[in-house]
Each structure stands twice: as C-alpha cells, then as structure tokens.
C-alpha cells in the first residue's frame, strides 16, 4: 500500500520536544518519537512488545521509556530492560527502531529496511533555515489518500479556479501548458506564464508597474516531496532567460506523508528571499498559502467523499494529467518492485537448506 524504502517527513523539529514524548502515525505504523540526553530524536514503534499498549501514554524515564500498562522499560534502542517481576528478559522483547534523520528543519523517518536508510537521500530542504529566506512552519492534517493531494499539487491548472483570490491568478495562467519531465523517483514539472496579471497574494505584498512574467518549475519526487522554484519578475525584464529583475522569488518546501490508507500529514513552508526584515510580509505570504491550502482540502475532501461513494468509477484523463498520471505511474512501480524484493526474500527464507542429522553407527 505504501511505499516503505523511502524518508518520509515525520514531524517539524519543535514538535519534537526536549522533554517528554511525541506520538505520530506513518504509513500506518504508530511511532513514538523523543529526544534523548544528547538531544538526538528517537523513533520507536508506539507499540509495548508485551500487549501493544501505546508507550507514548507511559512515561520517560532518562534516554528510556517505560509502558504504564505492565511497567515493561524500553531504551533508546527499542530492548526491553526491565520487566518487573521477571528475572530474564526474553531477547525477542523489543519495539521497533526507525532510522531518522533531523535537517533543516525537518524530521525524516525511513519507514523500510534500515540497512537501506542512506542519509545521503534526504531531499535538499534548505531555504527552510537559510539565513536569506525566511518563511512560517506550515501543517494541515487531512482526512484523503495522499494520492489525491498529489494530483491535486502536479496540477496547477486548477488555481484559477480553486484559488481565484489567493494563489490563482488570471484565466489565461490556467492556459498555460506545462513541460512535463521524467526525473529520477519522479517527474519535473516547467510552466511560465508570460504577460500575466501577478496573483493576489503577491500583489499583497509587491508591487510592480504592470503584468508580470510568471513561473513555477518544481521536482516531485518520492515518497510526495514537492521542492519548487516558483516567483515573478516585471513582464520583458528576462526572468524567462534567467534575469530575475525586482523578482519576488520564493522556493515552497511540501512533503505529503501518508497517516493511514484514508488520512494524510501535510508539512509545508513557502520560503521568499525579499523584503526578510520584514515579518509582517511573510506572516502575509504564509496567510495566503494556508488559506489556498484550507481550499484546497475542501475540494479534495469532497472528492474523496464522492469517489467512496462509487468505487467503480473510472476517471478521465486530459492533458492537464500528464504530471500526475507520471508520478502515479512512478509510485506504482516502486510499490511492484518492493513486493517483489519482498516476495523473493520470502522465497530464499523458505528454502533454507535442510540438514539432516544421521545417527551415529552402531559400535561392537
């Protein structure tokens, strides 16, 4: 159902706190997380080996946790260390471990086989802490698949008319076609709009002598990162041939994490690099993000309503669907050939060689 080889962003760094514990669900796994005496995070399976009581309902204990269920202790580790009134602790008494790693801002977690978890594949998030951005720490928890909410990010035409007030901008933006690239665990998406009228969220804080030259040129990569070069420049000023004259430039941070087949984290920030000393412009920008978000999350939210209703229903590609049908496809084949690795490993377990113990011969 999920991809599992793969860093999913689990949490901001402040929602993680120096004391005390924090519980999350990912891809369906609950997942405690902690940070020990060094401030390093821990993530351990929210779940007592013993009976499956949550341990985020227990308590801290130094590095450890203990499950206020039958008084189990666990260390940063996931060992069982105590049980009281037993003397030995069966080795097999354990809670799952989960790879993590904290940068710029985020805390990713690897979902899959550890030995696969390469830091080196954390997506490149730093406009989050750069000192030349700035922007606000954004989160919308959803009740769809993380399916939908990616479609609806691989295509933009639907801004005019979800966002007409916000992040939308005029008609002609939704005519404007895009190129559509396959990338590496995704695709890429480049769309410019020249000659345009600037969006209402930018027009809140910028002004320009007339239309602009607008574009938005983002990867979207597996699990569901989105890392997006987007802004406007002066319409005829070159941003197209890549002059950023009196440009307002921004670079949005998303990542879509599943919670369940049904629910969805959305972890989200639009860094800008102008006017930096000044917080009431980015309080502006990440206003207009969230309240384009919160449209979002209506039309997507119905539409998962309606298609529970028919699960027959087959959609009707356009052209407009090239990105999102890319990705869906990409998703696809990740998820086929995990079950595969997953089914061939099976396969050698269960072929172990037999080894046959003779008798020893008889003496006389």
């Known amino acids: ?32 997380l902690y ?30 946790v203990r499950c206020l269920y039958h008084g189990l202790k666990f260390d940063s580790s996931g060992q069982c260390v105590e049980a009281p009134a037993q003397d030995r602790i069966p080795p097999q008494a354990r809670v799952r471990k989960f790879p993590v790693v904290e940068r ?27 000192p030349d951005w700035r922007s606000q720490d954004g989160y919308i928890h959803y009740d769809v ?17 979800v966002h007409p007030g916000t992040l939308g901008g005029s008609a002609d933006y939704a005519a404007a076609r895009p190129q559509v690239e396959r990338i590496e665990g995704g695709v890429r998406i480049t769309r410019w709009a020249i000659d345009t009228e600037a ?31 987007s802004g406007m420049a002066p319409t005829g000023t070159g941003a197209r041939e890549g002059t ?48 384009a978000f919160d449209e979002d999350r209506d039309i997507i939210t119905a539409q998962q309503r309606s ?19 890319q990705f869906r496809w990409v998703v696809q084949q990740r998820l086929q050939q995990e079950a595969a690795e997953e089914a061939l490993q099976a396969a050698q377990a269960g072929a172990q060689p037999v080894h046959i113990v003779r008798p020893a011969p008889q003496t006389t």
């Open 35 to 64: 940070r020990d005496s060094t401030g390093a995070i821990v993530a351990l399976e929210d779940r007592c080996c013993h009976r499956g009581a949550p341990l985020s309902v227990g308590r801290r204990e130094g590095d450890c």
């Open 199 to 229: 969006p209402a969220f930018a027009k809140a804080v910028k002004t320009w002598p007339g239309k602009v030259d607008r574009w938005n040129i983002y990867n979207f990569t597996i699990p569901a990162v989105l890392l997006m070069d």
């Open 145 to 161: 698949n993380y399916l939908l909410i990616c479609d609806n990010l691989l295509d933009f035409s639907h801004l005019p008319f």
């Open 104 to 130: 710029h801002r985020w805390v990713w977690i690897w979902m899959g086989d550890p030995g696969r978890a390469d830091p080196a594949l954390v997506p490149d998030t730093q406009w989050l802490d750069h």
């Open 244 to 291: 950023r004259v009196d440009a307002a430039e921004f670079r949005g941070c998303q990542a879509i994490t599943p919670e369940t087949a049904n629910s969805t984290h959305y972890f989200f920030a639009h860094p800008h690099n102008f006017a930096i000393d000044q917080p009431e412009v980015t309080a502006s920008i990440h206003q207009a993000v969230v309240t």
């Open 307 to 325: 298609l529970a209703l028919g699960p027959d229903f087959k959609m009707v590609p356009f052209a407009m669907d090239a990105a999102l049908s």
């Open 1 to 32: 159902m999920f991809i599992k080889n793969t860093w999913y962003v689990c949490a901001w760094d402040h929602e993680v706190p120096h004391e005390g514990m924090f519980a999350r669900t990912i891809t369906g796994i609950p997942v405690l």
